[in-house]
């Protein structure tokens, strides 16, 4: 994902006004230190940062997208040396629990009709519906 590079209708017109103020007087200055070449210099300003800036999003993403992968690459090479342990010591060993797996003899049996993901403890809302069919959820207490 990529993120969007700044832009600025201000700047865009700020140019625009800065040309026009141009053909009526290069070294217009219309009192209080508005001048011209003032107001072209902070367009310059503007446009340096914006640059800067939108610089700096496209070095962000070139290393967020360089970190994803590194990460991809740790995550591989972190499941290939806990295999490696349980190739090594056996996946029932001391030591393949101590890598971070868990022995294959201290696995939970799972029974025939159980989601891997069911638990013993009962659900914290049930949802009942009345007679005209409105869901209303009600706590339940152990």
Do not use: W
């Amino acid at each position: 994902m990529m993120r969007r590079q700044r832009s600025s209708p201000i700047l865009k017109k700020a140019v625009r006004r800065a040309s026009c103020m141009n053909s009526i007087d290069p070294n217009l200055d219309v009192g209080n230190g508005l001048t011209l070449p003032a107001f072209s210099k902070l367009i310059d300003t503007m446009q340096t940062k914006k640059n800067a800036y939108n610089s700096a999003l496209a070095n962000l993403d070139k290393l967020y997208r360089e970190m994803l992968e590194t990460e991809r690459e740790l995550g591989d090479m972190a499941e290939h040396m806990l295999m490696g342990v349980g190739v090594k010591y056996g996946r029932s060993s001391v030591e393949y629990g101590m890598a971070g797996g868990v022995p294959k003899n201290q696995r939970r049996k799972r029974l025939r009709g159980e989601s891997p993901t069911s638990s013993s403890q009962p659900p914290l809302f049930v949802a009942s519906v009345d007679s005209n069919g409105n869901g209303n959820k009600q706590a339940m207490t152990s």
